[in-house]
């Protein structure tokens, strides 16, 4: 009966044992052979912000206008605002994973021209908002490493939200703004941490190496609206500018002005404007010179009208406020390089226990003026003022900084 009893136990032992080399053989085969692998995560970054999308709760009125306050420091913490956080968390997590990919392609239909459908803009300020939401919270908490990691996060996307459409450029300038404004408030409430100042330094700098691009999002745009300007989608682009108007009426009224030979002088005179205007922007001229040299060639526009040049009408219906988009440029490039001449800033103060007299040479400049920051200690910290002005805001701008005592 014992010999019985042995070999059951033997025979059930040897069946565990088979089991386990099978399931080793398995696994050695599924990791050997490339075929049977498990699918690779995405590359591309869009898919994984579509999902943050998808797995956001959405937020009622009331607590979506909390959230934007709280976002922007204007109301303290709230057991909701915390709440909603926190059920963000997936969207967070994937939010954060898309922001490390180097490619971030939303698969937009730019053969649409205006018609193109941009829902995803809506969606990425929103989940940029919980993204400085959750670092504020966490700044509450005392975890200022964490916090300050978190903004970088935001300030990453913004490089994913794209400059291949003028509008997207200008959401991302939005969004870093908001970003930078939320830096500013947690380097004044955390302590001279030398390592966390350290690695924000090195962040900051690396995101400044590749800022979103105005020449970029212009030539696409130049590219699409020259594309419109054709005879089998001319229509479409005419109904757009002019709703009122039939089909007919739009395709008579081309045929009257010369059909395909006006058509091909419209896009000429759109063209050369477009060109100008981004050789002023990405040129070397000063701001105050670089915002004239763009109101002289609005001002051509303008004269061609008045001429009755039929071939400025394009241009004249849909170049976009360019001088108003330069302007958005300098000021978002000028909040940034604020908050880098304020992390040296505190850098010093972390290592000497002590603000600088003065700023050190060779930080960011102001690029109202082309000049360093002007740099003064204040009360609760110390402050960088500008030295040239906003055109478009008709003031000079500063910025105030505080230190944790």
Known sequence: MVDIVKGQIMSVLNNNQIRMLLSALLLTLVVAVPGLAYPPDPDNAALLYYQAFLSCPKADGPLDSQLRDFTEGKIGLNKEIEDYV???????????????????DWGLRYSEGFSMILAHLAQIRTLGRILIADARIMA?????????????????????????TLISTLVGWALEGMTYTCTQ?????????????????????????????????????????????????????????????????????????????FLEQCRGHYSKFMTSVMSIIEGD???????????????????????????????????????????????????????????????????????????????????????????????????????????????IHQYEFKVAK
Do not use: W
């Open 285 to 395: 001229a000063p701001y105050a010179e670089a915002r004239r040299r763009i109101t002289e060639v609005f001002e051509q526009v303008d004269k061609d009208q008045k001429n009755k040049k039929k071939e400025a009408m394009f241009t004249a219906a849909l170049v976009p406020a360019i001088a108003k988009v330069y302007g958005n440029r300098i000021r978002a490039t000028t909040l940034a390089n604020a908050v880098r001449t304020a992390v040296e800033v505190y850098i010093i103060k972390a290592q000497t226990g002590q603000l600088p007299k003065v700023l050190p040479g060779g930080l960011p400049k102001d690029l109202f003026s082309g000049e360093d920051f002007e740099y003064k200690k204040t009360e609760e910290g110390f402050m960088l003022r500008c030295r040239g002005k906003d055109l478009d805001k008709d003031k």
């Open 140 to 164: 509450s908490r005392g975890e200022y490493a964490e916090a300050l990691a978190r903004c970088v996060t935001v300030l990453k996307i913004t490089r994913h939200v794209g400059d291949k």
């Open 185 to 261: 408030d947690l380097l004044g409430k955390m302590p001279g941490d030398l390592k966390v100042l350290k690695q924000l330094r090195a962040d900051l700098a690396a995101l400044s190496k590749r800022p979103l691009s105005v020449k970029n999002s212009l030539q696409i745009e130049r590219e699409v609206v020259l594309e419109q300007i054709k005879m089998n989608k001319v229509s479409n682009l005419l109904k757009d500018l002019d709703p009122n108007r039939s089909p007919e009426e739009s395709m008579k009224l081309i045929m009257d002005y010369g059909g395909e030979t």
């Open 86 to 104: 926190g059920s963000c968390r997936s969207a967070i997590k994937l939010a954060i994973a898309a922001s490390e990919l180097r490619e971030c």
